[in-house]
């Protein structure tokens, strides 16, 4: 049946329209269009149909894409991707977990939409460039101009960190005792020296408008906020989770997800910082979503 078929693939569909897109909820509606495109075939037509939902999902996430790009641009503030909150395992799959992470996406950010759907569908999910070529409509010989080009780009951009892991987790442990009891050398202290702090508040609600680099004026900015959560009536509660592969803080302030911070870490410090605080891209992230390379590196129809 088809909507069988559908089921069976759909995490994979998910990730690589999450990966295209960062944000969920654009790539729900990608599955979803997709989806009734695939009710529209008759499957005894399809030989491999995961192949055809990957080619159908990877056209409606270009499409997608180039209509919202516009929009972020005048994005107010810092764009980050939306928080997806992920199963430990993902950190088990290196490939998976660098590449929802908020690091890459923002990497990815930086590509052309042609370019973002070459590198993901063939370095992250390891298809090769005959069956990509047929999922952007382009010749094979292009795809693997634009496969070498976008790689050199992601490479020169990239940002080393680990991720989430019991180690990780220390880290952020200590980092959330130290800034709910306001220390902060403590906090400086488990900084890199050029510790980045991004905020995402999308106009919506109070955040750095650029991000915030030095582990003196990053401590303080994370001080600031929660002093700021402080002044409500309603007590603030600190969570550790795990987001896009990355160890993470939850700060819930009257049973609603206030602030969400995913922690970037090399080396036993804190290099970045991803701050979230726009509501519509906290609203879904109780929720696991399951991601999947689809059995990758070695390609499959």
């Known amino acids: 049946m088809a909507e069988d078929a559908f089921t069976e693939h759909r995490p994979l569909l998910f990730t690589i329209a999450y990966e295209m897109l960062g944000s969920a909820a654009d790539a729900e509606d990608v599955l979803q269009e997709s989806y009734l495109r695939w009710r529209a075939v008759d499957p005894a037509a399809v ?3 995961r192949a055809y939902l990957v080619r159908t999902v990877t056209r409606q996430a270009l499409n997608h894409l180039r209509a919202v790009r516009a929009r972020r641009e005048e994005y107010v503030g810092t764009w980050l991707p939306e928080p997806i909150r992920t199963a430990p395992e993902v950190s088990d799959d290196a490939i998976l977990a660098e590449s929802v992470s908020m690091a890459m996406m923002l990497v990815l950010e930086t590509l052309n939409p042609t370019e973002r759907a070459v590198f993901l569908l063939h370095d992250v999910f390891g298809y090769p460039h005959g069956e990509i070529a047929a999922s952007v409509g382009k010749t094979e010989t292009a795809v693997r101009q634009i496969a070498h080009r976008a790689r050199r780009h992601v490479h020169a951009r990239r940002r080393r960190f680990e991720p989430d892991s019991a180690a990780t987790r220390k880290v952020v442990q200590r980092f959330m005792h130290a800034a709910r009891t306001g220390e902060l050398q403590t906090l400086m202290d488990l900084l890199a020296p050029g510790a980045v702090q991004f905020s995402d508040g999308g106009g919506k609600a109070v955040a750095a408008r650029r991000p915030i680099t030095g582990r003196a004026d990053v401590a ?16 603030t509660r600190i969570e550790q989770a ?51 390379r689809g059995g990758h590196p070695l390609w499959k129809p």
Request: charged content about 25%; glycine content about 10%.
């Open 47 to 49: 030989e491999h149909p």
């Open 242 to 292: 795990t987001y896009n592969g990355m160890p993470a803080a939850r700060f819930v302030t009257g049973g609603e997800l206030d602030w969400l911070v995913a922690f970037e870490i090399h080396d036993g410090r804190i290099t970045g910082l991803y701050g979230i605080r726009n509501p519509d891209k906290l609203h879904r992230a109780e929720t696991v979503l399951p991601l999947d």
């Open 220 to 235: 303080r900015f994370v001080l600031r906020v929660l002093r700021g959560l402080r002044t409500t009536t309603a007590e």
